[in-house]
């Protein structure tokens, strides 16, 4: 059974960064596709950014250029950098694990992932 427990998630400006940090148990990230999400009060959850098991990576239209997802095999982490945040990136960040492989590209549907961590909130003030 993979467990993902997110962490790192504050109260910041606009214009600051964060970096949220994914910690996997329960098995190997190596060949494990996995995403980043996020929700804000309100509406539905929303496809960040994901990361393939070789990995090749791919982003949402509103974060590409900023964010940056990114693994660590040896600690079996996933980590989401996050730059140049503004207030619309306001919300609760869930770090998520496919069983099954999917391209960076494919992976972007919240049902296509099987394991979600609790998630941790970013709230960016202006």
């Known amino acids: 059974q993979v467990q993902l427990v997110e962490s790192g998630g504050g109260l910041v400006q606009a214009g600051a960064s964060l970096r949220l940090s994914c910690e996997v148990s329960?098995?190997?990230?190596?060949?494990?596709?996995m995403g980043w999400f996020r929700q804000a009060p309100g509406k539905e959850r929303e496809f960040v950014a994901s990361?393939?098991?070789?990995?090749?990576?791919y982003y949402g239209d509103s974060v590409k250029g900023r964010f940056t997802i990114s693994k660590e095999i040896a600690k079996k982490s996933l980590y989401l950098q996050m730059n140049m945040l503004k207030p619309e990136d306001t919300g609760v960040y869930y770090c998520?694990?496919?069983?099954?492989?999917?391209?960076?590209?494919?992976?972007?549907?919240?049902?296509?992932?099987?394991?979600w961590g609790q998630g941790t909130q970013v709230t960016v003030s202006s």
């Open positions: 998520a694990a496919a069983a099954a492989r999917f391209a960076a590209a494919v992976a972007r549907f919240v049902r296509q992932y099987d394991y």
């Open positions: 329960g098995r190997t990230v190596i060949g494990l596709s």
């Open positions: 990361i393939s098991g070789y990995s090749d990576t």
